[in-house]
């Protein structure tokens, strides 16, 4: 072929193609800049880090790892593959070399410590006694690891449950502690950020008791603002390093948008070809042009359905190929992971389709192309996926392939909402009293409370200790505050849940418990006729025991997906603020949410087509949560000229695209979030449209969107007016877990309510 020809042109051969690309963005290669070592780097570390192939640190590299070992808490958030390890790691082999000091690595996975792990005894410095310390370490060598290690890798919830409550037995570790790693700390976000952010306050204040007041590294994806939601997690100010040193291939960017199939969805709206066929070919087209190529895709049962379709395809081409192409997902063994990066490294391996438990288990970079299958669900994700791609002076070939779903079909024809500007950060929220409560228990179980704590845990952490003391959990004595109950107190906090005994999936032919949802998500994923996967095998649910919390399954291959429906009711307890302007107002504060899971849909994986929909008996669940909502006055709704009958349907339109839209401005997934519109409500007595966030208390969704408000709505607008469909489809306003099953929407109607609230807003008055 011709060496003019990019990667994207050999791609777009077929005519037919043309028109699904929207937006073609080239990101220019950056050449790398390095920095002098820094002088307080002992020469050891230094000749090995060279032997290693580190001849001198990038200057973002420099600047982090210097303000840590001067003191002075920082948060290095640059691009993927830029070396952000090299940042902590420099400080801590340092000071472990030194002697007397120790360090505390924290990961959300043990995969990646796993891999810090390999890399910190690479260096094979014999003063660096480096353990993991996770679920999966036997007994007799947890006492070795606290007796002796003196850089320990962990993960937070290790931190909550075993090395928090057992602090005396850290003792000696604890008393030295100079450096806590946060990595991947963009990934602290929602709801299990906010606990997150409480462990690490404890961790404060219990390395506090021993004399030590540590210095955190936290590792980011590139995020906008990182010392904000740095200081958020770790509640003390933070350095930022923002400044990338590391050379970039240069990048060319394709937003994709699959074609209308012939097939029809609900009340006959039309449905785009599927994300996952669509990537499917396309990864098959790559690999027959010799393209290393990874498509990331978001569940597993989806990689492996694009691994098989992009095999057939190529092994059609030439029955060679076929074999080098594979599905990857989580839990494979170190050893596997190794194994398949060389292959793709050495080119053997030419095609992979993965879940993003490559973003956090495989080291693969140095791509052709990646092809990415539906919006990620943060900017951080889409930069980190897309960033596998490029070598040295290669063309690199990223894709975005939309879904059907509002925000893939804003994204796509938006892309300055993708390309230069910084990502979102990350939103998490550890004032939420279902946060904040438990961990002051178990903070208190750990040391007693006293006044001179308060600070620490923020603002409401008085007012939570009286309550907790009101409801006997807690004693309030001269010393201050204990926990004096038989129990664990860290088992209150459920790191990764919300609250109830999460529910248990058992194999019902052999009793084999496979894994466990939470209360919250178990009445839309475990319902009885639900798909549920694990491990890349997948199970028909057959009974959900709500009495017992356990659901039976049996394993099933159906190829259809299940999405659960539910009907809401809403009822506003507070309003905290309020934006109003020319007769409409946005609103935040709080809301009892009422909640029933009432049927699921059957959809095929491949085609997206509906097969049918089956209704559900289960009882209703309430939640008091915080929401977002904005109400337009009856002057507003006559300039609109949208007949009353058609009032429902614009702003049921207008309610399900903007859940579609929010996780863009808050960092969430569209489930974490829920909704509810009406043309009159009763506690506001007028048209009012509700976006809640879905935990008890909040997770600080709702609140993003009422800060963000104007951008959230407008871009809401967008997203509807840009889908070329008549009277509305998934790619705009039907969503895919409506309880009314998508009815009444008015897809002009919420254009036009939308145009008004805005338009009232800005001071336009109707
Ligand atoms: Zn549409
Ligand atoms: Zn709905």
Known sequence: MPPTTTLLERLLRDPRRLTRVTHVETVPPREGRVAPWPDWIPELVQSRLHAAGVQAPWVHQAAAADHAWQGRSVVVATGTASGKSLAYLLPVTAAAIQGQA???????????????????????????RAATYDGDTPPAERDWVRAHANVVLT????????????????????????????????GYRGVFGSHVAQVLRRLRRVAGRYGSTP???????????????????????????TDDGSPRAGLQFALWE?????????????????ATAETGDLLADLVIEGVRTVAFVRSRRGAETVALAARRAATDADPALGRRIAAYRAGYLA????????????GSLLGLASTNALELGVDVSGLDAVVIAGWPGTRASLWQQAGRAGRAGRDALAVLVARDDPLDTYVVHHPASLFGQPVEAAVLDPDNPYVLAPHLCAAAAELPLTDDDLDLFGPSARGQLDDLVRRGLLRHRPAGWF???????????????????????????????????????????VHRGAVYLHQGDSYVVQALDLGDSVALVEPANPDWTTSARDLTDIAIVETSRTLAANGASVHFGTVDVTNQVVS?????????????????DLPPRQLRTRGVWWVLDEEVLSGTAIDAADLPGAAHAAEHASIGLLPLFATCDRWDIGGVSTALHPDTGRLTVFVYDGHPGG????????????????????????????????????????????????????????????????????
């Open 335 to 346: 050893e596997e992971r190794r194994a398949l990066e060389r292959a793709l490294q050495d």
């Open 215 to 241: 210095v955190f590294v936290l590792a980011s994806a590139t995020v906008s603002d990182p010392a904000s939601t740095a200081v958020r997690l770790i509640g003390q100010d933070v350095v930022e390093v």
């Open 155 to 186: 993960n937070p919830d290790m931190l909550h449950h075993s090395l928090l409550p057992s602090h005396a037995r850290w003792a000696p570790f604890l008393r030295r502690l100079r450096f806590v790693v946060v990595d991947e700390c963009h």
């Open 102 to 128: 120790t360090a505390l690595y924290l990961s959300p996975t043990k995969a990646l410590a796993g891999d810090q792990l390999r890399a910190l005894r690479a260096l094979t410095l014999t003063q660096v």
């Open 600 to 616: 699921f849909q059957r959809r095929r994986i491949v085609s997206g087509e509906i097969l049918g929909e089956e209704p559900l």
């Open 258 to 274: 699959p074609p209308f199939s012939e097939l029809a969805g609900e009340h006959g709206a039309p449905v785009r070809r599927s």
């Open 699 to 766: 997770a600080g969704f709702a609140e993003r969107g009422f800060t963000r408000a104007q951008e959230w709505l407008g871009a809401t607008r967008s997203a509807i007016e840009d889908c070329d469909c008549a009277a509305g489809c998934p790619s705009c306003v039907q969503s895919p877990k409506c309880g009314n099953g998508n009815e009444p929407l008015d897809k002009p109607g919420a254009i036009r309510l939308l145009d008004a609230l805005l338009g009232a807003l800005l001071g336009r008055s109707a």
């Open 483 to 525: 926990w004096t109950k038989r129990e664990r107190a860290a088992a209150l906090a459920d790191l990764r849940g919300t609250g109830g005994p999460p529910v248990r999936i058992v194999e019902a032919a052999t009793g084999r418990l496979l894994g466990s949802v939470d209360a919250a998500a178990a009445h839309t994923s």
